[in-house]
């Protein structure tokens, strides 16, 4: 069972930056990726990447934000840098994780296995 808690979220007003974590509580390589959910909307993917270092981004997202991870002992580290941040990215924003899967299933949400409580994110124009 892996733990996933995320923080970093805020208000910013409209081309604001902001950075979100998630610190995973295992030591090995999961594919992770961060969700977001819109007032209204179903949760949609917004950035992947995979346990070999694949990245994908939703074309809402290319180019202003940023997947990374880091590893420490026994805790794994996800962050999404967004830069030029728009009010429309205004949204809970979740960490997930699984421990296999496919680029065509990146941005599925059934097809991850562990999910954070999600962090807020709020962009005013």
């Known amino acids: 069972q892996v733990q996933l808690v995320e923080s970093g979220g805020g208000s910013v007003q409209a081309g604001g930056s902001l950075r979100l974590s998630c610190a995973a509580s295992t030591d090995s390589t999961y594919w992770m990726a961060w969700f977001r959910q819109r007032p209204g909307k179903e949760r949609e993917g917004v950035a992947s990447?995979?346990?070999?270092?694949?990245?994908?981004?939703a074309d809402s997202v290319s180019g202003r934000f940023t997947i990374s991870r880091d590893n420490a002992k026994n805790t794994l580290y996800l962050y999404l840098q967004m830069n030029t941040l728009e009010p429309d990215d205004t949204a809970m924003y979740y960490c997930?994780?699984?421990?296999?899967?496919?680029?065509?299933?990146?941005?599925?949400?059934?097809?991850?296995?562990?999910w954070g409580q999600g962090t807020q994110v709020t962009v005013s124009s």
């Open positions: 997930a994780a699984r421990e296999y899967g496919s680029r065509y299933t990146a941005f599925t949400a059934a097809a991850y296995d562990y």
């Open positions: 990447l995979s346990a070999v270092g694949n990245i994908d981004y």
